[in-house]
């Protein structure tokens, strides 16, 4: 089956500018999390959607990060401002309600901000 | 705070050399250790969740164990299909989901 996907691949954008990250998670799946991985380190967590719950905004490292799901769907996470220092390897994952813990990854984007 | 700590940074077997990756970690409220496989350009393949000390898991090649304190993939007999960065995981609880703490992984390149 199809797993999960994240549009753009690539997305080069001036320092400055407001960007868009999609990520489309696995059909069914009720958890979604998106992270980030900068060039010679870990994976961090960002943020953490569950159903309609309230969503875990832990990780966000600035207000210029946000994100949105509707409902068990698509996500978007939205960098405003962008800064050189937000160029990463932006990924999302989804997990299936009936294992929580097991959490499947798209092929991510990477941002690069000039 | 939560750490994990992945070691060799990098590692250079010949095909059919036998080796172990470590990743030693420091968590409180464990739920689960997670191991991944990542290749260039993609995101991370999931591999193996290791939930209890003295608990084991194999696929293939590949042998996951777990300790009060650290894990080790074990890699038996590899092929330079098994070059990839290995990534170790570990799952907190967070309002019901499973955040993930990552090491920075082991880069293993398996050589004819």
């Known amino acids: 089956g199809a797993g999960v996907s994240q549009s753009p691949s690539n997305k080069v954008t001036e320092k400055g500018k407001d960007v868009e990250l999609r990520c489309d998670p696995i059909s069914g799946h009720t958890a979604l999390y998106w992270y980030r991985q900068r060039l010679g380190q870990g994976l961090e967590f960002l943020i953490y959607f569950q159903g309609n719950s309230a969503p875990d905004k832990s990780g966000l490292p600035s207000d210029r990060f946000s994100a949105e799901r509707t409902g068990e769907s698509v996500s978007t996470l939205t960098i405003q401002r962008t800064q050189q220092e937000d160029s990463a390897v932006y990924l999302c994952?989804?997990?299936?309600?009936?294992?929580?813990?097991?959490?499947?990854f798209g092929p991510g984007t990477r941002l690069t901000v000039l | 705070e939560d750490q994990v700590t992945q070691s060799p940074e990098a590692l250079r077997l010949q095909e059919g050399e036998s080796s172990s990756l470590n990743c030693s970690y420091t968590v409180s409220g464990l739920r689960g250790l997670f191991w991944y496989r990542q290749d260039p350009g993609k995101g991370p393949e999931f591999l193996f969740t290791?939930?209890?000390a003295g608990e084991e898991k194999e696929k293939e090649r590949l042998k996951a164990t777990l300790t009060k304190k650290e894990s080790f993939l074990h890699i038996t007999a590899p092929k330079p299909e098994d070059s990839a960065t290995y990534l170790c995981a570990v799952g907190i609880l967070t309002g019901g989901g499973n955040k993930l703490t990552f090491g920075t992984g082991t880069q293993l390149k398996v050589e004819l």
């Open positions: 994952a989804s997990s299936p309600l009936t294992s929580t813990d097991t959490q499947y």
């Open positions: 290791l939930y209890s």
